[in-house]
Nanobody, 119 residues
Framework: VQLQASGGGLVQAGGSLRLSCVGSSSNYAMGWFRQAPGKEREFVAVITWSGYSTYYADFVKGRFTISRDNAKNTMYLQMNSLKPEDTAVYYC????????????????WGQGTLVTVSS
């Protein structure tokens, strides 16, 4: 599975961005992760292959929304009320197991897209 993330950029605190991840297949659970400078990669959100179930890290609940359009093999992350601490490289990933994604593991990774939130 090949994954291509896009949509990052520079935004002011309180602003919004929408990330996209196009995959070569939709038959996987997919998730978003991020890695801030000097920090380890952390789980952000996961969505099952059907799109019926989602799960979020506590620090993005109520601000970020994960979704997918299987007809387009595309997953999205709508990020609202962005904070400077959300600054990171955001990665998309896919795995046959949504549980694995929750545990910060994945079989397939895309390249990252940089999100910078200014104060």
């Amino acid at each position: 599975v090949q994954l291509q993330a896009s949509g990052g950029g520079l935004v002011q605190a309180g602003g919004s961005l929408r990330l996209s991840c196009v995959g070569s297949s939709s038959n996987y659970a997919m998730g978003w992760f991020r890695q801030a400078p000097g920090k380890e990669r952390e789980f952000v959100a996961v969505i099952t292959w059907s799109g019926y179930s989602t799960y979020y890290a506590d620090f993005v609940k109520g601000r970020f929304t994960i979704s997918r359009d299987n007809a387009k093999n595309t997953m999205y992350l709508q990020m609202n009320s962005l904070k400077p601490e959300d600054t990171a490289v955001y990665y998309c990933a896919a795995d046959s197991s949504s549980s694995a994604l929750k545990e910060n593991r994945a079989d397939y990774w895309g390249q990252g897209t940089l999100v910078t939130v200014s104060s």
